[in-house]
């Protein structure tokens, strides 16, 4: 038989397997704006999937900057931000973003997951080593796969297995990178003490902020902040995609970093730039973050009442503490059955299943915005009291 590449895609079925069971919870159309209540396949839900924390994707000033970004610069770039790419209007939200972060300067990628995978494959080369915890977000693995350097890895948030690596490749040039906050655990990541460890063994630090920016931090800034400790962290990363209402993502550090990361990452030169109409929207979302701090006050307000109820009903939320709360449910099956009846129960939530979590420890990953009333929080959990009462997960 002679060998087809395709083969394996002929033999896919699991998506189709759990189509017909009724329980496929993916690719669903939204057909309306992200707020708190979304048409999705034609009905209403509350949402408690989004990554919209501060209600900002469809804030007016937003939009309107969006709009007149599209008017002024056209609808696209029509090339590379290393060719013909950049305009004024990245350069400025580029310097506005070093400045919130308190950096030199920064660099405005076309995604997040960009901005990972070439700043990580840039900056570590051969006979260097990017220590990372395992339970970083995939942009983060896979911008390690891309480098020639060599990669450890650390059990989560476990600075005695950090120090083992650290002291393990304590000859090389070492850059440990670590979410600020973890996208599916929703803790944050231990920087008191990996700073310590990075100048004990004098390794690098590296802060993927992309659930963090505008959600902790006196000022909205990230983790950093959150633990007065933003001029420990070396590079920061941040996406546009969640507190700042676009797409795209940013890389800020001193400015011979940002300088060499423009002239080596295979994904800044070697892709179309972010088009206006997105800067735009990023603009006046940092704007937001510094003019309307209620936003993140409501925001935590809101987490903190989400698990203090979840926990009070029995549900076990591992030790988030942030507007990402996971309840761990059990198998992959359940959590798929969780997550059809709370849809039909009009809650939109995310089932996250192996090999996403080890085996048997599927959660339903719940996420919360400023813009979420007490009318929706009640209603979110008067449902996930009902269905896990149902499915046995609570009592």
């Not at 060998?3 to 189509?19: E, I, Q, S, W, Y």
């Not at 231990?190 to 992309?210: Q, T």
């Not at 798929?336 to 809650?347: C, G, R, T």
Request: aromatic share 8%.
């Amino acid at each position: 038989m002679i060998p087809d590449v395709f083969r394996k895609c002929f033999n896919f079925h699991a998506a189709n397997d759990l189509k017909k069971t009724g329980l496929y919870p993916y690719f669903h159309r939204v057909e309306s704006e992200q707020g708190p209540e979304i048409i999705v396949d034609g009905k209403q839900k509350i949402v408690v999937c989004s990554n919209n924390y501060l209600g900002l994707a469809n804030h007016p000033k937003v939009i309107e900057a969006s709009v007149a970004a599209a008017k002024k610069y056209g609808t696209s770039c029509t090339g590379s931000r290393f060719l013909n790419g950049t305009n004024d209007l990245h350069e400025k939200v580029e310097n506005k973003f070093a400045k919130f972060v308190g950096k030199e300067e920064a660099i405005l990628f076309t995604t997040g997951y960009h901005s990972n995978l070439g700043s990580l494959s840039s900056l570590v080369g051969r006979n260097e080593v990017l220590i990372t915890d395992k339970l970083d977000h995939a942009s983060i693995i896979d911008g390690c796969r891309l480098s020639f350097g060599e990669t450890a890895r650390f059990r989560h948030n476990d600075m005695t297995d950090l120090e083992r690596q650290l002291i393990k490749h304590n000859e090389k040039g070492m850059l440990i990178v670590v979410d600020g906050i973890f996208s599916m655990e929703g803790d944050v990541a231990n920087l008191p003490e990996i700073s310590k460890l990075a100048k004990k063994y004098g390794a690098r630090i590296f802060v993927d902020e992309a659930h963090s920016l505008g959600v902790i931090g006196e000022n909205g800034k990230g983790s950093g902040e959150h633990f007065n400790m933003g001029a420990d962290i070396d590079v920061v990363m941040a996406t546009a995609s969640k507190s700042l209402a676009s797409i795209g993502g940013f890389i800020a550090s001193k400015a011979e970093v940002i300088d060499y990361i423009k002239h080596n990452a295979r994904t800044m030169i070697f892709t179309a730039s972010l088009s206006p109409a997105c800067v735009g929207a990023i603009d006046a979302a940092l704007d937001l973050i510094a003019c309307e701090p209620e936003r993140r006050t409501t925001l935590i307000k809101n987490s903190k009442k989400m698990k203090s109820a979840f926990e009070s009903m029995g549900y076990n939320t591992n030790n988030s503490n942030s507007p990402i709360i996971p309840l761990t449910v059990g198998s992959d099956l359940v959590a798929f059955k969780m997550w059809k009846m709370l849809f039909d129960e009009d809650v939109f939530a995310s089932p996250v299943t192996t090999p996403a979590v080890p085996e048997g420890q599927a959660i339903i990953r719940t996420s919360y915005m400023a813009t979420h009333s007490d009318t929706h929080l009640d209603f979110i959990l008067e449902k996930f009291k009902k269905v896990g009462k149902e499915l046995g997960i609570i009592t």
